[in-house]
């Protein structure tokens, strides 16, 4: 028997002689209902059993903090426009900054696991779930993987005890889908470079002690490391935002700003190195993504357990269980894409439209069941307190971070037919 025993009763529900009589209904048989636990998250084909060990103890671990420490605390943080920051040295603590690190204080995972990281908090705040995704991807990643053994020390273990938190500047006011038309400069000059330029909607951009800006450097696409502080770096908070309200982002103005030669981080070469840390922050949100949607079918499952119309639940009408099936049937769709992507990504051997392809479904999938959610909740579903409208504002920037739906479908359009729309 599966998993799923461990959290359904069966029971013999006999209808309601007195309101079946009332409606002129001959009384019928008994009716054979499952009891869910509305506390279960859904996992239908049993992917955790495919877990190891230390894999499900992880996500367990995850799980619990998102359940205990944040959930009862995000609607309110939302509500603000405000990030939770008494949750930074708590993440830190339970190892969720550098999983793509060995050394320096970090506790590295595969990505599978990392995978699963972003897709708890994604299940209870995409902007949550970014704050942790660009800090590991986007920014341990780089200084890692294309940094000086200076940097390295310097950046990684404060920011793996969460006491550094870093942010990625690549899209520009006039650039986004198309990062190598970017207008920000790095002009050489004795001991050093002279970065000018705007970077926009830069994640946790008005937090960070520290920004990766990717500027060019006589025509090439090079990585450089700016501290917040230093004379002409400049990061304002975007306001008046509608999704990701808990996500601190800003614009960064880059005036005359001189940084050291030592900042520019000497491994990075071309838009290739700058791929390679978004093709791990597209695989954290199709894994976000699908915590969304979790968290959205959970709610509109538990909804349509107890709330009663026409004398029933409207979990028993099948306009209802059509709703609920459609949904539960792309949550476990997209968990299995993840789960396999997951495998390959551990191996090395995902190609980028393979992640493509689930960021698309993805976030496409858990936008349908998000508004579905917010239908099953009728009024109540545009309160923050039963968290739906929340994930639903949110996915709306989802679906155009890290690549807009119609780029990943140029990607997918490329692999298949080997021609490439972009240029
Ligand atoms: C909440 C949030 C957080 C973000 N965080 C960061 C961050 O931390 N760092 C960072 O660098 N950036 C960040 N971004 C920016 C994000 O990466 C860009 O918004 C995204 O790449 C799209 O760029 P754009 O908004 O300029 O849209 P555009 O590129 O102007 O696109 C506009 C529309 O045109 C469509 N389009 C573009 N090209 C084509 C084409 N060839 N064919 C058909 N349609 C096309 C797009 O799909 C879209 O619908 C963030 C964005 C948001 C909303």
Redesign the pocket.
């Known amino acids: 028997m599966g998993r799923i025993d461990t959290f359904c009763r069966e029971a013999y529900i006999f209808p309601q002689p007195d309101r079946r009589r009332a409606g002129g209904l001959p009384a019928g048989p008994p009716m054979r209902v499952t009891e869910m636990d509305p506390t279960a998250l859904p996992d239908f084909y049993d992917i955790d059993a495919l877990l190891t060990e230390d894999e499900k103890a992880f996500r367990q671990t995850v799980r619990d903090f998102v359940d205990r420490e944040c959930l009862p605390i995000i609607a309110e943080h939302f509500d603000r426009g405000a990030f939770p920051m008494h949750l930074i040295p708590r993440m830190a603590e339970l190892g969720l900054f550098g999983l793509h690190v060995k050394g320096f204080g970090c506790l590295p995972q595969n990505e599978s696991t990392y995978g699963r990281v972003c897709q708890e908090l994604g299940r209870c705040d995409s902007g949550l779930r970014?704050m942790m995704s660009?800090q590991n991807s986007?920014v341990m990643l780089p200084i890692d993987a294309f940094g000086s053994d200076e940097q390295r020390r310097r950046w990684l273990p404060p920011m793996a005890r969460g006491e550094a938190i870093g942010?990625?500047?690549?899209?520009e006011p006039g650039?986004?889908?198309?990062p190598g038309g970017m207008q920000t400069r790095a002009v050489r000059e004795p001991g050093g470079f002279v970065l000018n330029g705007r970077?926009?909607?830069?994640?946790?951009g008005p937090i960070a002690q520290v920004a990766v800006i990717w500027a060019k450097l006589e025509n090439e696409v090079s990585g450089f490391l700016v501290e917040a502080g230093t004379p002409g770096f400049h990061a304002t908070p975007i306001q008046r935002k509608f999704?990701?309200r808990t996500?601190p982002?800003a614009l960064i103005r880059l005036e005359d700003c001189r940084i050291p030669a030592e900042n520019r981080l000497p491994g990075a070469r071309g838009l290739k190195s700058v791929f390679r840390c978004l093709n791990v922050a597209r695989w954290g949100v199709a894994c976000g993504a699908v915590g969304a949607a979790m968290a959205c079918y959970q709610a509109a499952r538990a909804f349509a357990l107890e709330r009663n119309v026409f004398d029933r639940p409207i979990g028993s009408y099948q306009l209802v269980q059509d709703q609920l099936a459609r949904m539960l049937v792309e949550i476990t769709k997209a968990q299995l894409v993840n789960h396999h992507l997951g495998r390959l990504m551990d191996r090395g051997a995902a190609r980028p439209a393979q992640i493509s392809l689930a960021k698309l479904n993805n976030v496409r999938e858990a936008m349908a069941i998000a508004r579905t959610a917010r239908d099953i909740l009728g009024a109540r579903g545009i309160l923050a307190d039963h968290h739906v409208i929340r994930h639903l504002c949110d996915l709306e920037?989802v679906s155009?971070?890290?690549?807009?739906?119609?780029?990943h479908t140029?990607v997918i359009g490329q692999e298949v037919t080997g021609l490439s729309?972009?240029t």
């Open positions: 970014a660009v986007l942010c990625f500047g690549l899209s650039f986004g889908s198309d970077k926009m909607w830069i994640t946790n999704a990701y996500s982002t920037a155009t971070l890290e690549g807009t739906a119609s780029i140029l729309a972009f």
